[in-house]
């Protein structure tokens, strides 16, 4: 019964030391030097959500200037509106306001 008391009394003391000692730094000035605090242009966060490049188990899909008749370029089965609904078939995708092409197959 003595040790286990010895055994606690000892963790919660050790807890207590090890919680003392850490602490977070206010001081983040150093930290922030190189930290701009510009606004994103809109343009910039745009090209952010549209890739160039679609890489899938299926392979890889290069964005091209879509046009109105994309679709009807592939089959119904060749062509997917969500990249993760992408087979070996798939020929291409519609997606992000863009057409992706299959340029290669996944090795």
């Given at each position: ?5 010895k ?37 910039v ?9 679609i ?11 879509q ?29 992000y306001?863009a ?9």
């Open positions: 019964m003595k040790a286990i008391l055994f606690l009394i000892l963790t919660v003391t050790l807890a207590v030391v090890i919680g003392n000692n850490v602490f977070a730094s206010d001081d983040t000035s150093e930290e922030m030097r190189g930290v701009t605090k510009a606004i994103v242009p809109d343009s966060l745009e090209e952010l959500n549209h890739p160039d490049k890489y899938t188990k299926d392979g890889l899909f290069i964005k091209k200037p046009s109105l008749h994309d679709e009807d370029k592939f089959s119904q089965d060749e062509v997917v509106y969500d990249v993760s609904k992408t087979t070996d078939e798939t020929k291409a995708i519609i997606q306001d057409t992706y092409i299959k340029e290669e197959d996944s090795k």
